[in-house]
């Protein structure tokens, strides 16, 4: 089992293209998989991209390993990011403006259109989509120059495809962002403003990041404090998580045996989501907590699996400029 | 198994063979071969037939097929190079429309080929032609054929004369009982062979009539569920316990079920997809549609109503979200199931849409219900092929082809819902999960 943290892909037509996290954040891909779902839809993009022999492979056995394609591996990187970048305040990891994001995904996936045409499946989004849901949140930004660059040249890909609508926002576009920050993070939390009365029992929990929407809290461990509280009229369940970027419906879920004992709705406060709820009775012994949307088994993350991206985003760090996303720099000059 | 050094990759022998046609370069790719969307959007579907003609559309091709398929695109020629006119055309008018839906390739190439098939080459009214067939695919202005047909069952002599001739070909009389029917397409949908297809090829008509009789939905579903060895779901055939008579028009249906859709819908179906160079007057096209109501499933010919049939005693084993069909079921539908089940977005719906993994911020729970539903949903993409194919005449010609088409049919249903995930997630671009 290969959890999605650590399988960038793209969606194809009848298949799948499959990257190594690890080389993918490096900056050197290596390889790729090509993995088939339906040979029939795949087999005209397929062997125009591989070529006839490792198409007869793959047709063969399921499955192929070539050389990864630059276009295909920024696309699988973007769209990693839009769902894993685990931005965190606790650990410098700056969060990533989703309109840039956007945006870039725009002109990856029309690259990859030009590479290999009709071999998207449009599950990923088109260019198109993906240009107007950026297009809204780029009027400011640090990396203006860029934005311009990127406008101009999905102006041009829009026009080809007589798309002149978008050809022409995309111009404006261009025309029209200026330089300057951007504000879309919240800062980190504040105390934690709890109730009075004696504490009876209390513990940290950490998020798995497959049970929140990307974007939404910071991926440190260690984020969720909770406790039992006896207050004047009942005893109370405190939660709260700190480190929100962004709005959620979210709960934390108390849990003993694997059972729920407790939901406790957060809400999204300065920088952090909070609830509390009233217990029946006071829980005997310690219990667990998660916080997610729902308290159900899923394929979650590790701990080990949650480090080992947090390592291997950092080291990009060192990387050139060229070989980050612009959504990166962005962040990084928005910070120094 | 014929050696493998005969099997050519499909796109080599489309390509070998489109170099041979001049005058599509606006159809082609930098290599000279046609481009993928011309493949799906034109070659596949509208040239090859493919959804009729499975052996001409894999990936790897036999001698014969290879020289079937050339011959096909070869004998189309005249029209691919119209079809390559005027998409020319329809380029510059949806420029000066300035529509943008869609990608122009995927929605202007069958277009292209339809003006083609309707008018030739592009003449000196061909800017106008292509603006007015624009508008009309972007949903402006009536089509001709609709109006003709809304017209005639308006009117109340004929819809009486029409609904007499209905109620009086409508038979109960099964011939065969549901169970032995059911017992013919299980051992079918299990061993997939030509001469347990001939065995069975009576059994659609048989089941379809069967379920006009008191007690015939208690009976199909028993039945199915005894194939399938799953319970059978609300497979939304007809609203009853028996399947009522089809209204004559729209306006009178008591719900969207299949087998109880009005004589008019389904005359629209036929409308939009022949040319109308291609079809009969409208009294025709409804006389004959009474006609086909009026067999076992609404499907005249009794092969297709069989391939229905098949469609039906499989659906209950088709619960992708539900993960690995039960074991009991017969090999087939566990193969189709889990060919769903194992799709990326399927993997990510089965927690994301139960909300456990999810990818917005609020989980859309409405799409819950639709994934859950896939067998219904497949079984109306099965009837609306079949009810197309039997319009045109065209017949699976083995179980072959009807292990391909039932196969075909399930990834289009598949591919829908896929696009229904992809719209719920569109506010954030979704990660694809891939798990192996």
Not at chain 1, 221 to 227: G, I, L, P
Not at chain 1, 294 to 300: K, L, M, Q, R
Not at chain 2, 221 to 244: F, W, Y
Not at chain 2, 258 to 264: C, G, K, M, Q, T
Request: some cysteine.
């Amino acid at each position: 089992m290969t959890h999605p943290v650590h399988t960038p892909v793209v969606a194809a037509d009848g298949g799948l293209v499959r990257f190594a996290l690890a080389g993918l954040l490096a900056g050197a891909p290596g390889s790729m998989r090509v993995e088939l779902t339906d040979a029939g839809a795949a087999e005209p993009w397929l062997t125009r991209l591989v070529g006839a022999e490792h198409a007869l492979e793959a047709l063969a056995s399921g499955h192929v390993d070539v050389p990864a394609r630059p276009e295909l591996a920024t696309l699988a990187l973007l769209l990693w990011a839009r769902r894993w970048w685990p931005a965190s305040t606790a650990l410098g990891i700056p969060s990533l403006d989703p309109a840039l994001l956007d945006l870039e995904a725009a002109v990856a996936t029309a690259a990859v259109e030009d590479l290999a045409e009709g071999m998207l499946d449009g599950f990923e989004a088109t260019p198109g989509e993906l240009f107007d849901a950026a297009v809204d949140g780029l009027a400011t930004t640090s990396v203006a120059d860029e934005v311009r660059s990127l406008s101009r040249r999905l102006s041009s890909w829009f026009d080809d495809q007589d798309d002149v609508v978008r050809a022409e926002a995309a111009d404006r576009l261009a025309v029209a962002v200026l330089p300057g920050q951007r504000e879309y993070a919240l800062a980190a939390g504040t105390g934690s403003g709890g109730s009075e009365g004696g504490v009876l029992t209390e513990g940290r929990a950490s998020v798995d990041w497959a049970r929140v929407p990307p974007g939404v809290l910071d991926a440190a461990e260690d984020t969720v404090t909770w406790r039992v509280v006896a207050a004047p009229t009942a005893t109370r369940l405190e939660v709260e998580v700190a480190g929100a970027f962004a709005d959620a419906a979210l709960s934390a879920f108390a849990t003993r045996d694997g059972e729920v004992v407790a939901e406790v709705p957060l809400h999204l406060g300065v920088g952090r989501f909070a609830g509390a709820v009233d217990l029946d009775r006071v829980p005997s012994v310690h219990f667990g907590l998660v916080v997610g949307v729902t308290a159900e088994d899923i394929d979650g993350t590790t701990e080990a699996d949650r480090a080992e991206v947090v390592s291997l985003v950092r080291t990009r760090e060192a990387l050139p400029p060229e070989a980050r996303t612009l959504a990166e720099r962005a962040a990084t000059e928005g910070e120094f | 198994m014929t050696g493998s050094g005969k099997l050519r990759l499909r796109s080599a022998v489309l390509e070998a063979a489109w170099h041979r046609i001049p005058g599509v370069e606006v159809l082609s790719a930098g290599d000279g071969g046609p481009l993928t969307r011309t493949v799906k959007k034109i070659i596949d579907p509208l040239v090859v037939r493919t959804a009729a003609r499975p052996k001409l559309g894999r990936p790897l091709l036999e001698p014969a097929a290879a020289n079937e398929l050339t011959e096909l695109l070869l004998a189309d020629a005249p029209r691919l190079r119209a079809t390559a006119a005027w998409f020319g055309h329809l380029k510059r008018q949806r420029r000066a429309l300035r529509i943008t839906a869609g990608n122009v390739q995927d929605v202007c190439f069958p277009l292209a080929y339809e003006l083609a098939t309707g008018c030739g080459m592009p003449g000196p009214d061909a800017p106008e032609t292509a603006a007015s067939a624009l508008r009309e695919l972007h949903g402006e202005g009536g089509e001709a054929g609709v109006a003709q047909l809304t017209a005639y069952l308006a009117d109340p002599r004929a819809a009486a004369d029409l609904t007499a001739g209905l109620h009086r070909r409508w038979h109960t009389d099964a011939g065969l009982e549901p169970d032995d029917a059911v017992a013919l397409l299980g051992a079918f949908a299990e061993t997939l062979t030509d001469t347990a297809w001939l065995a069975g090829s009576a059994a659609g008509h048989a089941l379809g009539l069967a379920l006009r009789r008191p007690g015939g939905a208690g009976a199909l579903a028993r039945a199915a569920e005894a194939v399938s060895g799953a319970p059978a779901p609300d497979l939304g055939l007809q609203r009853g316990d028996r399947t009522a008579v089809p209204p004559l028009r729209r306006q009178d249906e008591a719900g969207p079920e299949l087998l109880e859709r009005s004589v008019e819908r389904r005359v629209r179906a036929t409308l939009r997809r022949l040319p109308a160079g291609e079809r009969g007057p409208v009294a025709d096209l409804v006389d004959d549609e009474v006609r086909r109501v009026a067999a076992g499933f609404g499907l005249g010919l009794p092969a297709l109503a069989t391939c229905f049939a098949l469609g039906v005693v499989l659906a209950p084993a088709l619960r992708p979200l539900d993960g690995v069909a039960p074991g009991s079921a017969p090999g087939f539908a566990r193969q189709l199931n889990a060919q769903v089940a194992r799709e990326g977005y399927v993997l990510h719906a089965r927690r994301a849409l139960a909300g456990t993994t999810p990818l917005t911020p609020r989980p859309d729970a409405e799409l819950v219900r639709e994934l859950r539903e896939f067998g219904k949903q497949f079984l109306g993409r099965l009837w609306i092929r079949l009810h197309g194919f039997d319009v045109r005449g065209d017949l699976p010609a083995d179980a072959a082809d009807v292990r391909a088409l039932v196969t075909g049919v399930v990834r289009s249903t598949s591919l829908d819902l896929r696009t229904k995930v992809r719209r719920a997630l569109v506010a954030r671009l979704p990660e694809l999960e891939a798990v192996s």
